[in-house]
């Protein structure tokens, strides 16, 4: 399906590399990777373990695979690992933790996407033989099916204090960390030092065409890799991606701000529509969930007329629509987006 007519809001995912990201991604010094001897990737490696404040990182084809490999790098078969229930991992992973990693996902109900540590000691498993071994929490910051909601620092300190003396790992789940860095000013390292392991995507707000790292100590990358290379992720010479990743890194964090902007603009105009609602308090960074549950149509329907009148948007959940704003869509775009959508509503 071509896009070039529609204002196309379905995802954060659809933005096109710049021609000077193309040129930066032409110009790469490459190697083979599977060597650890491509000079591109190592320098991405290197400047996202610097900025996450780990010792290593793994550049990988996506964000799947990052939660992945660090949920089968940090587990057995047989454990539990908890998340809250309208997680990306347990919702829109196909079930790979249980497929690839032989674990079971204890699933909690947020709000907002947000876990409380209060919620959390009744979700351990006693240490008897019979139940699966609690072992890791995974959080999700920005929080995806809660509408790009940011995780609350103190909360993320209390967690990760239950889980050292619990003798649970912690995984985040950083797609969009970029998004929460340049939302609250809180440094992804500060962030990410609550967690034995942090994945982050480039092909998301930065506008980078492939890729995702994740990055943790040094032995923990070294198991990653190994089952990187199992899952069919070692690339050869990769640089010529990496580099577009070095580049949107780079060039593309604090322009987030703008699709920040966007997103308010266009959950202001669109929450004055009598049969939707918006939770404004949920639009903290780029993307918007409608509610279009009162309005009597489902969200498939309302999809479908909107790409009619050419806006594109996805599913958000049973009950709502998505729009998520990134670097390929103007400010006058979303403007006429939100008009699409009040008119298609009323």
């Known amino acids: 399906m071509s896009t070039e007519k529609y204002i196309d809001l379905r995802s954060d995912t659809v933005t096109r590399p710049s021609k000077a990201m193309r040129d930066a991604m032409a110009n790469a010094d490459v190697g083979d990777d599977v060597f650890s001897e491509d000079p591109t990737v190592i320098k991405l490696q290197e400047k996202v373990a610097a900025l996450l404040g780990k010792e290593k990182a793994l550049y990988v084809p996506s964000g799947v695979m990052s939660n992945q490999l660090a949920i089968k790098s940090h587990t057995e078969p047989g454990d539990e690992i908890i998340c809250e229930q309208d997680a990306h991992i347990f919702n829109y992973e196909t079930a790979a933790p249980s497929l690839i990693s032989s674990v079971q996902v204890k699933t909690i109900p947020g709000a907002k996407g947000v876990l409380r540590v209060e919620q959390l000691p009744t979700s351990l498993r006693p240490k008897v033989y019979y139940m699966p071994r609690s072992r890791l929490i995974c959080l999700e910051n920005t929080h995806n099916r809660a509408g790009g909601t940011i995780y ?195």
């Open 152 to 346: 609350p620092i103190d909360e993320i300190k209390k967690i990760s204090g239950f889980a050292r003396a619990n003798g649970l790992f912690m995984h985040l789940d950083g797609a969009r960390l970029w998004n929460a860095w340049v939302a609250t000013g809180i440094h992804p390292k500060e962030y990410a030092k609550y967690f034995d392991s942090v994945s982050v995507c480039f092909s998301k707000g930065l506008g980078a065409p492939i890729g995702s790292a994740i990055v943790g100590p040094a032995d923990f990358i070294e198991r990653a890799r190994k089952w990187r290379k199992v899952y069919g992720g070692g690339m050869r010479q990769a640089g010529i991606i990496a580099a577009g990743a070095l580049y949107a890194l780079e060039h593309n964090v604090e322009r987030l701000k703008e699709d920040h902007e966007k997103a308010s603009y266009f959950a202001r105009k669109v929450s004055a529509t009598q049969n939707v609602y918006v939770d404004l308090d949920t639009v903290q960074t780029n993307i918007v969930l409608v509610n279009v549950e009162r309005s009597g149509r489902r969200p498939e329907e309302i999809i479908t007329a909107l790409k009619g009148k050419g806006l594109l948007v996805s599913l958000g959940t049973y009950t709502s629509i998505r729009a998520v704003m990134h670097l390929d869509v103007s400010m006058e775009e979303v403007k006429r987006a939100a008009e699409i959508f009040i008119s298609t509503m009323n």
